[in-house]
Structures are given as structure tokens and as C-alpha cells.
């Protein structure tokens, strides 16, 4: 099973557990493989980054690591343009296509919305977590 999570997952999986935590643990055993692209692992280092999250540099360069060892990097060739509301969320779109993944695991509604995209199911993390 391959997969692609969106940076909210992971910033929930790493810093407030439940959910999120048990769907990366599936990646840590083996049960699926993760995809992501260098312009989600940039947005994942800028969003945990953030003061509000209270995370020294090197916690979050540990962190990164972590998730870069998990992942196979995926470098989409196309950049997606009005797909969704937010021109934010096209990244992880383009990851999901460039990895012809099984599915993409978000809790941003803007993406939920869409339900799947050119052949990806988009789903939430207790979507996930029912599936595999």
C-alpha cells in the first residue's frame, strides 16, 4: 500500500499523538509505504518551525530526518493550478499523482472536499486507519 500524508498529519502524528500517530505507525511497520516530495518536506520544516509548536532547530531537523528516512522521495514534474481552494494544498496534490499513490491521508477539508483526484482517494486519517 502506498500512500502520501499531508503535513498536517504528520505535525499531528509527531507532536499530539491519538489518530495520526497510530496511521504513521503503519509506516514504521511496514504496512505502507510513504510518499513525499521536497516541497512537502519544506512545508513540513517551515510549519514545525512555527514558535507555537515550541520545537528547538535541532528537534525539528530530527524530526525531518525521521520522516525523510521514512518516506521514498517522489519529485513531481507538474505543478497542479485549480484543483482546490486553498493554492496551497496543490503540493500535495502533485505528490499524490507523481506517486500514483493508493491514497492521500489529510484532515484539511479543502482537500477532503474533493474526495479523490485524477484517480487518488483522498481520505482522512480514520479513513485510513478503517482501510489498512
Known amino acids: 500500500m502506498n500512500a502520501v500524508f499531508d503535513t498536517n498529519v504528520f505535525v499531528s502524528a509527531l507532536l ?6 497510530l ?3 503503519k509506516v514504521i511497520e511496514g504496512a505502507v ?4 516530495s521536497p516541497d512537502l518536506i519544506g ?8 514558535q507555537k509548536f515550541k520545537l528547538s532547530p535541532e528537534q ?3 524530526f525531518i530526518e ?8 517522489v519529485l513531481p514534474r507538474e505543478k497542479i493550478k485549480k484543483a482546490c481552494r ?3 494544498d496543490h503540493i500535495v496534490l502533485e505528490c499524490a499523482v507523481a506517486s500514483a499513490c493508493d491514497a492521500l491521508v489529510t484532515g484539511d477539508e ?3 472536499v474533493l474526495k479523490t483526484y485524477r484517480g487518488v482517494p483522498i481520505i482522512s486519517v480514520a479513513g485510513f486507519l478503517d482501510r489498512f
Open 16 to 21: 499530539f499523538g491519538g489518530r495520526p500517530r
Open 23 to 25: 496511521a504513521l505507525e
Open 33 to 36: 509505504r510513504l510518499h513525499i
Open 43 to 50: 512545508e513540513l520544516r517551515t510549519t514545525l518551525s512555527r
Open 60 to 62: 525539528t531537523a530530527f
Open 66 to 73: 525521521e520522516i525523510e528516512a521514512l518516506c521514498t522521495p
Open 86 to 88: 486553498d493554492q496551497k
Open 110 to 112: 479543502d482537500l477532503l
